[in-house]
Structure formats: C-alpha cells, structure tokens
C-alpha cells in the first residue's frame, strides 16, 4: 500500500499560481506512476497530469497544457503540481493518486491509490 497527503491548497486570484504537494509513504514509491486529478462541485473527476516512475515522461490534459508542470522527487518521495496562470475554471479539489506501474495513464481507472484531495479556489 501507499499512502497519499496532499498540500498546498487555497484561495488565489485569477492569474496566480499554487504549488502543490503529495507525499508518499508505505510500499516503495518509484515504481509507481503517479498523477493529479481534480473534481468541480457536480462534475466527474478529471485527469489533470502524470509522470512516470522516473521523471522522464510526462502527460498533461489539454486544459493546463503550458500552465501546469508536475514533477517529482523520488529521493524524497514527493510528488508536485506547479500551476500558474489560474483561472476560476480550475477551483476544484485535486488528488494524487498513484499506479502499480511506472508508466503514465490518463485513466483515473488505472490508478489504485488516491490521496483525501486539496481544495483549491480560484476568485475572479
């Protein structure tokens, strides 16, 4: 099992940025894949970004393409979302989640661990 916290959560004006924060702990963490997703009031969760277990491949959603940058830190077992440019469009709340694989996946199916998720809000 791993376990998942997200952090960095809050309240920003549209136009600013957040970073958030996943730790990892439990079983061993760089072979597994991980991602962020998010989840609007009335909407599904949706897939945000992944990266693979060793940092090389990286996939975004066409939303925050060329906003949002995920990385990770295995050393650390830290996983992280940099998010600029926000808009209101992008207050949800956003989870980690994690896969027993190292490769990426869009999928929120494919993931088998999943953090409580952080509020993020986005004032106009």
């Known amino acids: 099992q791993v376990q998942l916290v997200e952090s960095g959560g809050g309240l920003v004006q549209a136009g600013g940025s957040l970073r958030l924060s996943c730790a990892a702990s439990?079983?061993?963490?760089?072979?597994?894949?991980m991602g962020w997703f998010r989840q609007a009031p009335g909407k599904e969760r949706e897939f945000v970004a992944a990266?693979?277990?060793?940092?090389?491949?990286?996939s975004y959603a066409d939303s925050v393409k060329g906003r949002f940058t995920i990385s990770r830190d295995n050393a650390k077992n830290m996983v992280y979302l940099q998010m600029n440019s926000l808009t209101p469009e992008d207050t949800a709340v956003y989870y980690c989640?994690?896969?027993?694989?190292?490769?990426?996946?869009?999928?929120?199916?494919?993931?088998?661990?999943w953090g409580q998720g952080t509020q993020v809000t986005v004032s106009s």
């Open positions: 989640a994690g896969r027993r694989s190292p490769v990426v996946s869009d999928s929120r199916r494919q993931y088998d661990y």
């Open positions: 439990g079983r061993t963490f760089s072979n597994n894949a």
């Open positions: 990266i693979s277990w060793s940092g090389s491949s990286t």
